[in-house]
């Protein structure tokens, strides 16, 4: 194997001079297309004749994943557009109101408030003034205390239950004192502001005061900003004055008026100011009084549930406290608020005064004068209620649709921007609303009692207001907390973020709710990484690989320890799929998944390293497959392997899909194979440069089965790449947080876009182990169509209430996403490795993998969640048997598993915080209705019968249990194949026995009436149905499959139960079973073994013990025989040939073979190496040594005089000398291609003979194990089919038993009474009767069992379906809502399409000079193609670009804004149009990395050292020489060169030897993948060096660019 590699430098052709350049960007030995794909040859050019230049393209088929959404994705974006409008609409209004009734409620509160009544029902020519009495002063103190004790209340439910359930840390005491006196502070100033400042002033007043609330947050902002923030100066400047125009606003009203109380504002105003410290405090403070603050702000991301367990219920106190001292000092007894509580919310009189003519309507200050007359009216008291609840639910939705905006990231138009207008609204609204009530006092005559209105300023005119009511004043606090408030306009929060990344305090502060939300709104203190940041991120693998600092990243929970690297919290996705025996279009539909991820990896990649822009949903991504079973024996030789079909097939369907995706013809690079310890590998390079290794098991050297696949790539990607690195513990701790297994079965298909979706969830809860999505079956035939509803019921009601109510139970392998930090946890990954030793194992660990890997991680404390919106498509089985088998392992395990949950609930709900008590019961519920589930389907069926058929209750019961005594007694009687077609026989008699049974309920439910519980029930399920269809659009027609499934519910819940249950001891997987290719002796062994049978069974007949001395072979004949035209032949009397002729044959060809067998032997021990060594020894020793089977030498082994000679030693030619590590037969096989054979490093070669010793040894067939774990199997299956039948029985038994005696034991249902009139005309009497329905007891609880089960899952899925919403929402992006793209920069456009540009730029399509394939429709269309021009341009030869980023390259390289002069200019996309700026721009940023790179070449020339890597510091920005360093060191002490050291195996060409030990690499040997200047080659000095760009002077070995 070469070294290095070169690729040809052809000459440029004519027009090409511009690509000149493009050496800069050489393409490499990873591009799949440039080698070795004609036969082992080197062109690079592809020649096509001209006769042969037509074509057949692939054409682009839409199904599955790949179907067209655009209906669906147009009514997401104007779901979006109005979640805008009607989120900003409903936060603004909220606001407004909340704000609005709290200065309504204060404005009442003042002592002897006076005012105007109107006149309208007194007298008109009259003028009324009124005084509240003191009831209705106490009613709206109490409910300026409700208001504010609601949201503590809910911050109390809130802490209780997470400390209950969850875990929780208690505080420094220290801490705690200081938290609490601070909000103390909060709370004992809101009670002031309330109570004696507002209503001191009028409402408009008040209003503007609430924007000065903000003066402690101002200082805490100023204090905190350190040096490193850009334009401090400014910033700084900014912040005094914010603080001043606070200061003003506190002191104004107190110096212009001159009223002694007033000065409460000032006092007020800075205490509720201290409630919001903690959002404003930074441990980068360079004032240490401040870091020690910050030091405590820290803490409380853990305590601060804790905390407000106990403030919650302190401030309640304390505010109620101050509310009656305040009381009072205001002269009144505050026993009062206790004894006219009553009055106060009761039936009161209002006593209304008139004013005398002379007083010309202005108030009087008293009003106890004899010579004015009173009235008494009523009191609306009920209007103080309404006030509330408006208070209330303005408050709680202003909060809790602000919260969604922020969760969707629509903060900007939908959360910032209604906070910041609400004063401004509300001062609006007042100003217009006293203006009015000045001028006429019975304008809300009809609205708002005539008594109750804002407290209004005296002679109100609006053009009063700029003076009197200091509005230029209040613009500037209006300004200044806008500028402390700053944060909200720009959030950098993760999708869906939870409530406590996005506010401080649990809940928010009803009385102040504007200022609660802007303020207690997270800030997020992260440091903006800028593009120009990238150049100084360290390469951590051979290629460059830039990362993203992403900002989902929860800096609370990941402290910054110095030890990590940035790059540790990339994500990086390892696909782990476990394949068997797909077909061709199943493995071409994940091949194209696979392909997709490639594209998108590729162009996230491609668009960090050339447009220099930060992508956080940026990952590295790497496909491994392991195949089961995946050789077989040679066609040439028995002692020789090679690879079975389906690995052949899937080796040939990699260009296809390539080629499907792409839209182009390509041909991929053939696989690179090495021989591994577990049987081969093969690894492709795809287009976007992701790795593709396609793990081939040997059963004969490793454990096959699914379970034991899932620990090999576990324990290899964990384990080996992952805890072998030699680094620092906490960089590995990083990288396994940010590390994701996607584990798929072969023939999944799903978009890039729901990969996304799960590692959304994954990066949003830290506690999450595993996610997985929706999973839609696909096929055709009635078994799909069942599938259909039962999949979709599935997820829509019962995986959505495991999530929201719990945890999810089961991840289905074949698509979820599990983190790898959580698989390496105690009991997780070590314990799935357990060998099944007794029966109950073979159920739960084997039959349902997924299941107990679920298992085990609740078991650790770990979440498990579902997302609707991750759609994934998957092959379901479309046969009746199939489907009954994969059942009849489903149904068992996930008994067991659940069992297991159960049986460890009262330690799972101590450890997991998601499973509580509550769950458990629910999960019980689920359980006693599997159960049962056979008897309660009987029972159904013996009811229906009576309705449908009029038949009594015995002969229904006689006509149900006979087949299903029967059915079972063929389950435990006869073979699998018996049982089956049984079973498919009463399904098909039970569907149409069910279609009679639902016209008989449907006349039985006429009979009941609509109220009957069973129409109840019938009505809520089937509307539960239609709803949850209705609220999954993408999938309503599912809904149309519920009649195939309500056909099918007897096979469904009764025969397939039975059938699961009673075949408990058959563990075989069931489905994809096809039969294993025979050496010839086990063919021959067969063909003996079946002669000895029929020789037996003659032998036992009485005429064959006559004729035992005549013959012993087949060919028999008869004394008496006839035919008729050869159609058939009858013999009578027959006996054997005589077989002298045959038996002698026979004995020489036996002594011939023994004669050869000694000829081996004599040469064996000549020439031990010469004959039998050569020999593929597959056999294994028994079970004790079945763990050293891959330490076999390839000498052959004799036992017991035994030859292991085949027919093919009979060849005369000498046979190549082979090891299974080194030059096995399947590398050589034609049908993998004539790819390049490489081997594994010495250490990972040691890793998986390690691992295989542990763990993965293959399991010997003991006959005596095998017969044990047999009959362990029987009795398990035995004792659960016992207590399965006992429970049903019973359970029958009762309810039947209650059926027939009804009359005697029953409950009466109060709905659906029939009402019966008679007339009785002889005594003229008419008699009503009513008679009601009578309900067995135990049915009713079954019938209310299910229909609460059915309540809970339909609440759930609501719930859910508004998580899932709101995720759809978050990932959708609204060009228009956002910046307009002609108001963005260029770089700022750039940076927004960056992905879709390189996307459209890396298009392979079109990129060789394809032509173009028009393939519309219509005369004119079909008449101008270029058939001809087509076919001449197809015939001219060209080199193949089969790499992304090369084809990116290219177009990237003839970028230019001068769009004449270069015609090659791409269209990027419809949407995003490219002016001549944008093009310009990306020009610009073309140029930047062609200069970079230029400085590296040059730096890389001439280099000396034997690594190839030029010693020469490269050049900063400026020119200048960085800061020297020392190289590039590990934490551990080991240089970056030596982790990519390899010692042993040819692969040290390549990274050279450090001389001893072995050092995993920790990743896949990447050599050259991305073909740049600052992606070099670590290689050792060659003498005659091949490098792509050329040699220098000295013929020096040098970096590649």
């Known amino acids: 194997m070469s070294a290095v590699r070169h690729r040809p430098m052809a000459p440029p052709a004519a027009g090409e001079h511009g690509d000149s350049d493009d050496n800069n960007f050489t393409d490499d030995e990873s591009s799949p297309l440039t080698h070795d794909i004609y036969g082992g040859s080197q062109r690079t050019i592809q020649e096509t004749k001209g006769w042969d230049v037509f074509r057949d393209p692939p054409i682009k088929i839409e199904t599955g994943s790949t179907a067209n959404q655009e209906c669906l994705e147009l009514t997401i974006k104007i779901l979006k557009i109005f979640a805008y409008i009607f989120t900003f609409i409903i936060v603004l209004t909220g606001g407004v109101i909340a704000k609005g009734t709290v200065l309504f409620m204060t404005s009442q509160v003042r002592k002897d408030r006076k005012i105007e009544y109107c006149n309208k029902d007194l007298g008109r020519d009259k003028s009324f003034v009124v005084r509240l009495p003191e009831e209705e002063r106490i009613a709206w103190i109490w409910a300026l205390v409700i208001a504010y004790s609601l949201p503590e209340i809910g911050s109390l439910i809130r802490s209780v239950r997470i400390c209950f359930f969850k875990t929780f840390k208690v505080p420094k005491t220290g ?274 009692p005539d008594y109750l209105f804002f407290t209004s300023p005296s002679n109100f005119r609006f053009n009063n207001f700029v003076t009197e009511q200091m509005a230029w004043a209040w613009i500037l606090w209006l300004l200044s907390q806008t500028w402390i408030a700053l944060h909200i306009w720009t959030p950098k929060c993760e999708r869906l973020a939870t409530t406590e990344k996005l506010f401080v305090r649990p809940m928010y502060s009803a009385l102040l709710i504007d200022q609660s939300m802007a303020l207690n709104r997270r800030r997020d203190d992260q440091a903006d990484v800028k593009t120009e940041d990238l150049s100084e991120i360290e390469k951590e693998k051979g290629d460059e690989y830039y990362e993203t600092i992403s900002v989902h990243t929860d800096r609370s929970s990941a402290p910054n320890k110095p030890s990590i690297k940035s790059s540790d919290n990339i994500t990086r996705i390892y696909t782990c799929a476990t394949m068997w025996h797909e077909t061709k279009d199943e493995m071409i539909e994940f091949l194209k998944s696979i392909m997709r991820m490639d594209e998108d990896q590729c162009a996230r990649r491609v668009a960090q390293k050339y447009l220099r822009v930060l992508d956080p949903d940026y990952y590295e991504f790497e496909t491994h497959i392991f195949f089961d079973d995946a050789f077989e024996i040679s066609d040439h030789s028995d002692d020789d392997i090679q690879c079975n079909r389906f690995v052949k097939l899937l080796i040939g369907t990699m260009d296809e899909a390539a080629s499907e995706i792409h839209q182009t013809t390509i041909r991929l690079r053939p696989p690179k194979k090495y021989p591994t310890p577990y049987g081969g590998r093969l690894v492709w390079t795809l287009p976007g440069k992701t790795k593709f290794i396609a793990h081939l098991k040997d059963k004969d050297r490793i454990r096959h089965r699914k379970r034991w696949s899932q620990v090999m790539y576990m324990y290899y990607l964990l384990g080996h790449r992952l805890m072998e690195l030699p680094i620092s513990v906490d960089r590995k701790d990083a990288i396994a947080e940010n590390t994701y297994l996607l584990t798929l079965d072969g023939d999944i298909d799903f978009k890039p876009n729901a990969v996304t979706l799960l590692v959304d969830l994954m990066k949003k809860n830290r506690n999450l182990g595993a996610a997985c999505g929706r999973i839609h079956p696909v096929g055709s035939g009635p078994m799909v169509w069942y599938q259909l509803f039962e999949y979709a019921i599935g997820h829509w009601l019962q995986k959505a209430t495991e999530h929201m109510i719990g945890c999810v139970l089961c991840s289905p392998g074949c698509f979820s996403l599990f983190r790898g930090k959580a698989l390496m946890d105690d009991n997780v990954m070590k314990k799935y490795t357990t060998k099944p030793t007794e029966a109950r194992h073979y159920v739960q660990y084997d039959q349902g993998e997924d299941r107990w890997l679920c298992t085990l991680l609740l078991q650790r404390g770990y979440r498990v969640e579902y997302s609707a919106a991750s759609d994934a498509y998957t092959h379901c089985p479309e046969g009746f048997n199939e489907f009954y088998n994969q059942r009849r392992r489903w149904v068992p395990s996930t008994i067991a598993n659940i069992m297991d949950l159960l049986g460890d609930a009262k330690r799972t709900i101590k450890i997991n915080d998601n499973i509580s008590l509550l769950y458990v019961f629910y999960q019980m519920m689920l359980m006693g209705g599997t159960i049962l589930g ?217 002594s011939l073979d023994t004669i050869k067998t000694r000829i081996d032997t004599i040469e064996s021990a000549v020439d031990p190496h010469g004959h039998h060594a050569s020999r593929h020894n597959r056999r294994r020793t028994t079970s004790s040594g079945s763990k050293d089977h891959h330490l076999l030498t390839s000498v052959a082994e004799k036992s017991g005089g035994e030859s292991d000679a085949s027919d ?135 019938v209310f069992f299910f229909a609460l089960i059915l309540v809970i899952q339909f609440t759930a899925m609501l719930f859910h379906r508004f998580g899932t919403l709101s995720h759809i929402l978050a990932s959708t992006e609204l060009n228009f809502c956002k910046k307009k793209s002609e108001d963005l920069t260029q770089d700022q456009l750039i940076d927004k399409h960056a992905v879709e540009i390189v996307k459209n730029l890396q298009r392979l399509q079109g990129i060789d000079g394809d032509y173009d394939n028009d393939s519309g429709s219509g005369p004119d269309r079909i008449a101008r193609r270029k058939t001809i021009q087509n076919l001449e341009k197809a015939r001219q030869p060209r080199r193949q670009i089969g790499t992304l980023d090369v084809a990116f390259k290219k177009r990237f390289l003839k970028l230019t804004a001068d769009a004449e002069n270069n015609p090659a200019t791409p269209i990027l996309t419809r949407r995003l149009t490219m002016r001549a700026e944008t093009i310009r721009a990306l020009e610009v940023r073309k140029n930047s990395v062609m200069a970079e790179r230029r400085k590296s070449a040059m730096q890389t020339l001439g280099a000396k050292n034997d690594y190839g890597i030029s010693t020469v510091p490269p050049l900063n920005n400026n020119g200048a020489l960085p800061n020297p360093r020392s190289g590039r060191v590990s934490n551990a002490g080991i240089s970056i060169k030596d982790v990519f050291n390899v010692n042993g195996g040819p692969a040290e060409q390549i990274y050279g030897s450090n001389g001893g030990g072995t050092i995993n690499q920790g990743y896949e040997h990447v050599i050259d993948e991305d073909g740049d200047g600052n992606s070099l080659r670590l290689t050792t000095r060659n003498p005659h060096p091949q490098v792509s760009w050329g040699q220098n002077v000295n013929g020096n070995n040098t970096g590649r660019l």
């Open 1208 to 1342: 093919s030693d009979t060849s005369a030619e000498p046979k190549q000398e082979r090891d299974f590590l080194t030059n096995p037969y399947w590398i050589e096989d034609p049908d993998v291609r004539k790819g390049e054979v490489d081997f594994l490093s010495s250490s990972e070669i040691q890793f998986w003979k390690d691992l295989i010793d542990q763990y993965l040894y293959p399991i010997d067939n003991d006959p005596v194990e095998q017969a044990r774990i047999a009959s362990d199997l029987i009795e398990l299956r035995n004792k659960s089919v016992f207590a399965f039948f006992m429970a049903n029985a019973l359970f029958v038994l009762i309810v039947f038993l209650l059926q027939l005696n009804k009359d005697k034991l029953h409950i009466i249902w109060p709905l659906g009474v029939k009402t019966n009139i008679t007339y009785i005309e002889e005594t003229s009497e008419v008699h009503i009767s009513k008679e009601y329905l009578q309900l067995e007891p135990i049915g009713l609880v079954f």
């Open 934 to 1150: 056979p008897g309660t389907i009987f029972l159904m069926l013996v009811g229906a019968f009576v309705a449908a058929f009029r038949i009594d209750n015995w002969t229904s019961f006689h006509y149900n249990i006979v087949p299903i005594l029967a059915f079972m007694v063929i389950c435990f009687t006869c073979k699998s194949n018996i049982q089956l077609f049984v079973a498919q026989v009463l399904s098909t008699c039970y569907a149409l026995i069910m279609m009679a049974v639902i016209v008989g309920t449907a006349l039985q439910l006429g009979e009941d009436g609509i109220g009957s519980p069973s129409a109840i029930f019938l009505i809520s399920m089937v509307g539960s149905f239609f709803i949850a269809a209705c609220l999954h659009p993408q999938e309503f027609w599912c809904i149309t499959c519920g009649l195939i499934y309500l056909l099918s519910i007897p096979s469904m819940y009764l025969l397939l139960i039975l059938y699961s249950i009673i075949n408990l001891n058959v563990v075989s997987w069931g489905t994809r079973e096809v039969v294993a290719k025979k050496t010839k002796k086990e063919l021959e062994a067969e063909k003996k073994a079946a002669e000895e049978a029929k020789k037996r069974v003659k032998q036992k007949s009485m005429l064959g013990f006559l004729q035992s001395g005549i013959g012993d072979n087949d060919d028999e004949e008869g004394s008496i025989e006839f035919s008729l035209a050869g159609l058939f032949r009858c013999v009578f009397c027959t006996h054997g040939k005589t077989s002298d002729e045959k038996q002698q044959l026979t004995n020489i060809a036996e």
């Open 175 to 448: 801490h705690f004192l200081f938290v609490w006196m601070m909000e103390s502070l909060s709370a004992l100033g809101t009670a002031l502001l309330m109570f004696v400042v507002l209503p001191q002033i009028d409402a408009i007043q008040g209003a503007m005061l609430t924007n000065c609330l903000c003066v402690i947050p101002g200082i805490f902002g100023l204090l905190s900003r350190t040096s490193k923030e850009g334009k401090r100066f400014i910033k700084v400047i900014i912040d005094l004055a914010a603080i001043a125009a606070q200061v003003t606003g506190l002191v104004i009203w107190p110096l212009l008026e001159n009223r002694r109380e007033l000065w409460v504002i000032p006092v007020a105003c800075v205490m509720i100011s201290c409630g919001w410290w903690e959002n404003y405090v930074s441990a980068q403070s360079p004032l240490g009084i401040v870091r020690a603050l910050g030091r405590i702000k820290e803490e409380m991301h853990n305590t601060r549930y804790f905390c407000h367990m106990f403030l919650s219920i302190w401030k309640i106190l304390l505010f109620f406290c101050v509310t009656l001292l305040i009381y009072w000092a205001s002269g009144e007894e505050p026993s009062n608020l206790f004894s006219l509580y009553g009055d106060a919310f009761g039936p009161h009189k209002i006593i209304v005064y008139e004013l005398p003519a002379g007083l010309g309507g202005v108030l009087p200050d008293t009003l106890e004068s004899a010579n004015i007359d009173t009235v008494d009216v009523d009191a609306a008291y009920n209007t103080v209620v309404y006030v509330l609840l408006l208070q209330i639910f303005g408050a709680y939705l202003c909060y809790i649709f602000g919260k969604f905006a922020c969760k969707i990231l629509i903060q900007g138009f939908s959360y910032a921007f209604p906070v910041s207008l609400t004063v401004p609204i509300a001062v609006s609204f007042l100003i217009a609303a006293c203006g009015i009530r000045i001028d006429d006092p019975c304008f809300f005559h009809d609205t708002i």
